[in-house]
């Protein structure tokens, strides 16, 4: 599962000039709906399913020591391609991101599927996140151009609950193909799922494109780009050479922070890295919540695998109650009269998915059930819902309507930044405390180091977690301007 889908700072909603009436589901619209909405179940699925064959998949391949750096590699493409999808879509239009994107997102499906080596996989996860930053950013340009305002609203709900499903059936389907069929089958069989929402889509979505007007668009931004470009590689040089962990490695970490740090001080708020008072802090938050989520929740299945011998549907399923929790905690911000607890909340929130992660590294002791992993992962999901829909929700209360774009693509860049680096945190820290070692997790058996490994992780994105609970605070602003 991943955050809330990523709004392009770069676009802005184009307003349709008429509402002929209906709904998202009437003669007009239908088409379009189910085509935009398959795609973003199928990306949902995979983003599940990846969880659950993940652990067999880095044990056959023999590359456990990689495993972190096959998520952060997605997320690390991910950071580039938003801001380039925003800007094509701005130039062009979204038709030729959306398509390219999807066509990316197939082919870096193969890639990780046919992969000889971890190498390959990780590689193919990377074209996956190219593909997937393109394909979210133009559909959401899609829907501010396709739909008038008042059904805009419904299309969004229908993104969330397009995540709910997945969440549900991803591991079970999952985990039945990886052990019946094998992992590969896993990423293989899903560009023939996109074929369908394409087919569904495509003629719908050239009529939307043709009532329009003709962009004659808007240049790029190269300064955004490079530094969206020079974040990505900065990110990817610090993941190697965390990876080397020898003196020759610290030519490329250097390097990487060199180029990293300049790019996010230049894509987010001034403020941001210093937690200023409101609109900055609320920015650091969501990086700091997603990070902190994700980078524990990747390693559960690969833990519940090795450590106490589940089944690759059974290791996946205990992420089942966070995707729905994810939604009750979701619903229940948005409740009448839950604004004044809006500081409340995040910081509940935080708290929340700390004590889950905390909770989730109990199973590692083995007079813990297994079960308790799932319990705790569902109080995380409850904590997200309630933490990263407030932080949106804060992050247009402080935006004014000329900057609600920009600040959107802010939040977006932090989230991409948190998974980032405290994904290949993680990774860094499994391969230094010897999780590499862990013997071929399809086995179910674990190395003499992972208990260890899989310890100092969680207490690390508890730690994460706790402190994004310290600095909730400091949303709020103070002074004559709050």
Not at 240 to 260: H, I, K, M, N, S
Not at 415 to 441: I, K, Q, R
């Amino acid at each position: 599962m991943t955050t809330a889908s990523p709004v392009s700072a770069d676009t802005a909603p184009v307003p349709v000039p008429t509402d002929p009436g209906g709904g998202v589901m009437g003669d007009r619209f239908r088409a379009l709906t189910l085509g935009i909405v398959s795609v973003v179940l199928v990306i949902a699925f995979e983003a599940t399913a990846v969880n659950t064959a993940m652990p067999v998949a880095a044990g056959e391949l023999d590359g456990i020591g990689l495993y972190a750096f096959a998520f952060s590699g997605y997320f690390t493409t991910t950071l580039f391609a938003l801001v380039v999808s925003g800007q094509w879509c701005d130039r062009s239009g979204p038709l030729q991101p959306l398509f390219t994107g999807i066509a990316v997102f197939g082919a870096g499906l193969l890639v990780a599927g046919a992969a000889p080596g971890m190498w390959i996989f990780v590689g193919g996860r990377a074209l996956q996140g190219l593909g997937g930053g393109l394909v979210i950013v133009a559909l959401y340009v899609v829907v501010g151009r396709a739909y008038p305002e008042r059904l805009r609203p419904s299309v969004f709900a229908a993104f969330s609950a397009a995540w709910v499903l997945p969440s549900i059936v991803g591991p079970l389907v999952a985990g039945a193909v990886t052990q019946h069929l094998g992992w590969r089958w896993v990423f293989l069989a899903v560009p023939v799922l996109i074929l369908l929402p394409l087919a569904v889509m495509g003629p719908a979505l050239r009529r939307a494109e043709k009532a329009r007007p003709v962009l004659r668009g808007a240049a790029f931004d190269r300064r955004r780009t490079g530094l969206a470009a020079m974040a990505a590689l900065g990110a990817g040089l610090l993941q190697y050479a965390g990876q080397r962990l020898d003196l020759p490695g610290l030519l490329p970490a250097v390097a990487g922070a060199a180029l990293l740090l300049p790019a996010v001080l230049g894509l987010l708020p001034t403020g941001t890295l210093r937690a200023g008072r409101g609109l900055p802090t609320v920015i650091l938050l969501r990086g700091v919540a997603a990070g902190a989520f994700f980078a524990a929740e990747a390693f559960i299945p690969l833990m519940m695998r090795t450590e106490r011998g589940l089944s690759p549907t059974l290791a996946g399923l205990t992420l089942t109650s966070g995707g729905l929790a994810w939604a009750l905690g979701s619903w229940i911000q948005g409740r009448p009269g839950a604004e004044r607890y809006r500081v409340a909340m995040i910081r509940s929130g935080f708290t929340l998915t700390a004590v889950a992660i905390a909770g989730a590294a109990l199973v590692l002791v083995p007079a813990v059930p297994a079960w308790v992993a799932a319990v705790a992962w569902g109080f995380g999901g409850i904590g997200m819902g309630l933490a990263v829909a407030s932080i949106s929700v804060l992050m247009m209360n402080l935006s004014t309507p000329e900057d609600a774009g920009a600040n959107s693509a802010s939040l977006q860049v932090s989230d991409a930044l948190g998974n980032v680096l405290l994904m290949g945190l993680a990774g860094v820290l499994f391969g230094a405390l010897g999780g590499g070692s862990v013997a071929a997790a399809h086995d179910g058996a674990a190395g003499a180091g992972s208990t260890g490994a899989f310890a100092v992780i969680f207490l690390t994105m508890t730690g994460v977690a706790l402190l994004g609970a310290v600095v909730s605070g400091r949303v709020r602003r103070t002074g004559p301007t709050a």
